[in-house]
């Protein structure tokens, strides 16, 4: 599942459907830009606060998966914890997937 997660952000990111960064993520919340925000699980207990908050504000959907050096590897980013998916289909794949509601698994 994971290798699968990793790949799919990979995806996301050479489609360009994968933007980073806390400034990036947050302002493309408040643009309704995001249809899946992804928080590292290593981020600090107050930006995780503050970005689900506003996600869920603007019907987002926001989950907490990976360590930001796995997610920043996976993506071709350097230390990042924070990312956004802008394309609906990645983000139900990827949602699908952390979840563990992918098909074929009931």
């Known amino acids: 599942m994971r290798k699968k997660i990793d790949s ?7 489609s360009q459907n994968l933007i980073s960064g806390y400034h990036t993520c947050l302002y ?19 930006t995780v606060k503050k970005l ?4 869920e504000e603007n019907g987002i959907p ?3 998966y990976g360590k930001t050096d796995e997610l920043s590897k996976a993506t071709g980013n350097r230390e990042r914890g924070v990312f956004g998916i802008t394309d609906i ?7 699908k997937e952390i979840d ?3 098909p074929g698994r009931g």
Do not use: P
């Open 8 to 14: 799919y952000l990979g995806f996301a990111a050479k």
């Open 28 to 46: 493309s919340i408040k643009q309704k830009r995001l249809k899946l925000l992804i928080l590292s699980e290593d981020l600090s207990e107050n």
């Open 52 to 55: 689900t908050k506003l996600s």
């Open 62 to 64: 926001s989950r907490i």
């Open 89 to 95: 289909n990645f983000a139900d794949i990827i949602l």
């Open 100 to 102: 563990g509601k992918a």
